[in-house]
């Protein structure tokens, strides 16, 4: 087993299998058509490319040819030095071979293949290790984003945004188990998260790779990302692109992905806002809890002390008392927090902010 050496040292937990190193890139010199093209392919192969276009695949052996050559079509109608990772997240039909003869085929190309099916998360993040341009420009391989769409983003890239998300507004999937769901999950996550989007599900997005390099990307987190990249201070926009049926195929989700989403909300929501003073969260409520408890109990007392009142039965007792001893133990959860997160930071020497740029910059001597 081989680790690729990745530039993002967050990634370096998924495996990939060796034989497919970037070395790929320099080894199809022999196949490669003639003139323009070709200039075009060596140009990619050698200096690092502006664009890195960063694809997950599972199973889509028959979309495989049109992505190839619809992606082809647009990138070189748009002109930028690009790359291409296609991340083949353990495919178990012929789209790995497909794969590998379009990058011997086109240097421009980069297949890594997972050693079983790690799912689309995992697959974007072994992509962003490879990748080497400026920007990263994801998409899936189901032929359902449009490649042309990718000048729509660079636009906004150019202006100055680090994230653009793509806004599916003429979505082509079903409504009652995909656009439903997923209309309701938009909302949820842009008011918890405070950014914005109209699409969290669309893959195609663009990212500045420097703002990419500060998300830690786990689970299913791989919808997060713009809420992510704004909680390390990138700045966030979306543009509408197109959207297709899906041609070949099938999904390989279906409607529980909406409890995880709603699950994975949760943590982004705790992470973003209180991951440096867990304290914050659970002690409040548990400050609030035995506050309640203690006052309920007070209460009792006076009844018991003043009115001569039998509350050993009473279920106010019983509340009084769970409040006070689920308070402690919020407290004390929040406690541990902070220690848990003391160790996070220090034990990889991580800073709790992050710097976009220092003016005047001078070493300390
Ligand atoms: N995908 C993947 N690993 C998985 C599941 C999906 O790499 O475990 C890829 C899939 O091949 C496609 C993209 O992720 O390129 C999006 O998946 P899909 O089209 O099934 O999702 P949907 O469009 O239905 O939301
Ligand atoms: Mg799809």
Redesign the pocket.
Known sequence: MVQISPKLDVFSQFVVDEKMTPTTLTQSSGTQPAGMMDDLIEDAADRAPDISVV??????EESIPHLYRTLTDAMETYGRVYEVIVVD?GSRDRSFALLKEIAAEDARWTVVQLRR?F??TA?FAAGFAQARGDVVVTM???L?NDPRDVPLLMAKIDEGYDIVSGWRKDRQDRFWDRRLPSMIANRLISNVTDVQLHDY?C?LKAYRRDVLQHVRLYGELHRFIPALASQVGGTVTEVAVNHHA?QFGT???GISRTIRVMLDLITVWFLGTYATRPIHVFGTIGLASVGLGILTGIYLTFLKIFFDQDIGGRPLLLLAVLLVVIGVQLITMGLIGEMVIRTYYESQAKPIYHVREVVNHRERG
Do not use: H, T, V
Not at 55 to 60: A, D, H, K, S, T
């Open positions: 694809i997950p695949l599972f199973n889509e997240d099916n799912g689309q697959a899936d391989a189901d359902q599900g893959s899906r999904s390989k989700y």
